[in-house]
C-alpha cells in the first residue's frame, strides 16, 4: 500500500520564507514610527488635560516638545512649526501635522503622514 506524501516542497518553502522576511524587514521599518506616534498621542493629551487658560502657542509648543521628551520622541520628528492652533468659536484645538520618511531599501522610501489634534480647555491667548 502506497502512502501519498504530504507537505510544502523545499521550493515552496523557500518562496513562503521570502515573503515573511519581506513583511517583517517591512514591520521592523514601520513599527518605531507608529510606537513614536502613540507617544506623540499621549503627550498632547498630557498638555489638553493640564490647561491652557491664559497661555500662548509658544507657551504650548514649549510643555508640548518638553513632554514629547519624556515619550521618547527623537527632537528631529516635530519641529515647532508642526505644532499649530486651530480657533473655531470659543474652543481652541492643539493640533501637530509632520511627515516621517523612512528608508525601506535602495531607493524606496516610506512617507508617513501622522495627524493628531486635541481641544483645549480654557482660552488660550494669541
Known amino acids: ?4 506524501q504530504t507537505g ?51 507657551s504650548l509648543r514649549r510643555d508640548l516638545i518638553y513632554k514629547l521628551d519624556f515619550q521618547y520622541v527623537a527632537d528631529a520628528t516635530i519641529k515647532p512649526k508642526d505644532i499649530t492652533l486651530k480657533r473655531a468659536d470659543n ?10 520618511r523612512i528608508p525601506f531599501m535602495y531607493n524606496i522610501d516610506f512617507l508617513l503622514h501622522f495627524e493628531k489634534s486635541v481641544a483645549l480647555q480654557g482660552n488660550v491667548s494669541g
Not at 500500500?1 to 501519498?4: A, F, L, V, Y
Open 1 to 4: 500500500m502506497k502512502s501519498k
Open 8 to 58: 510544502i516542497t523545499l521550493i515552496g518553502f523557500m518562496f513562503v520564507l521570502v515573503v515573511a522576511s519581506f513583511f517583517g524587514f517591512m514591520a521592523m521599518k514601520l513599527v518605531p514610527a507608529y510606537v513614536e506616534f502613540m507617544g506623540v498621542n499621549k503627550a498632547m493629551n498630557q498638555v489638553a488635560s493640564g490647561g491652557a487658560e491664559g497661555r500662548s502657542l509658544d
Open 91 to 100: 474652543a481652541a484645538e492643539l493640533m501637530v501635522s509632520y511627515d516621517k
